[in-house]
T-cell receptor, first 109, second 116 residues
Framework: KQEVTQIPAALSVPEGENLVLNCSFT??????LQWFRQDPGKGLTSLLL?????REQTSGRLNASLDKSSGRSTLYIAASQPGDSATYLC????????FGAGTRLTVKP | KAGVTQTPRYLIKTRGQQVTLSCSPI?????VSWYQQTPGQGLQFLFE???????NKGNFPGRFSGRQFSNSRSEMNVSTLELGDSALYLC???????????????FGEGSWLTVV
């Protein structure tokens, strides 16, 4: 059974800092991994999708990497802004999506 | 392009009642999946429908059921509600099925269910 873990559970940084969120999973036989953002009381917004054959994806200030063999993915956020404050979830697709518990990010002005 | 639409957004039900939630996917998307989100358990997969067929099911009791119509709209039903069913129910749609590497899924805003 796929287990997805996200570390840290919460993170608080000053504006402008670069940061890394971590996601690990136990079963490397995945179709893809997707990073989402969730604002309080809202649904999930897709940030980046990395297919199993890919190593990384970039969108603006976000860069996600995937190392299937070690069961790890990272989400790198450059030059963080207060508007980046949200919960970030990674989801691993083994035929259905398994989500981590999320990292709650606070970016202080 | 309209996103994933879920109705109702908020509802309160009494223990023992049943509830039906609706999800309209993004136009052209044939896969609809449902998730339950609670503070204690996080996001958990309920089931996925593709072209009116249930393709995959999570580990939930039979009180949770769903269906998909020919226009890809989907409903989920929970019978004999329990207090523990209080949660945010999220629907997501995608072009391809879950068993596809290039499958980006898009979520609706969710339906907040409170069981009292």
């Amino acid at each position: 059974k796929q287990e997805v873990t996200q570390i840290p559970a919460a993170l608080s940084v000053p504006e402008g800092e670069n940061l890394v969120l971590n996601c690990s999973f136990t079963d490397s036989a995945i179709y893809n991994l997707q990073w989402f953002r969730q604002d309080p009381g809202k649904g999930l917004t897709s940030l980046l999708l990395i297919q199993s054959s890919q190593r990384e994806q970039t969108s603006g200030r976000l860069n996600a990497s995937l190392d299937k063999s070690s069961g790890r993915s990272t989400l790198y956020i450059a030059a963080s802004q207060p508007g980046d404050s949200a919960t970030y979830l990674c989801a691993v697709n083994n035929n259905d999506m398994r989500f981590g518990a999320g990292t709650r990010l606070t970016v202080k002005p | 392009k309209a996103g994933v639409t879920q109705t109702p957004r908020y509802l309160i039900k009494t223990r023992g009642q049943q509830v039906t939630l609706s999800c309209s996917p993004i136009s052209g998307h044939r896969s609809v999946s449902w998730y339950q989100q609670t503070p204690g358990q996080g996001l958990q997969f309920l089931f996925e429908y593709f072209s009116e067929t249930q393709r995959n099911k999570g580990n939930f009791p039979g009180r949770f059921s769903g269906r998909q119509f020919s226009n890809s709209r989907s409903e989920m039903n929970v019978s004999t509600l329990e207090l523990g069913d209080s949660a945010l129910y999220l629907c997501a749609s995608s072009v391809l099925t879950g068993a596809s590497s290039g499958n980006t899924i898009y979520f609706g805003e969710g339906s907040w269910l409170t069981v009292v």
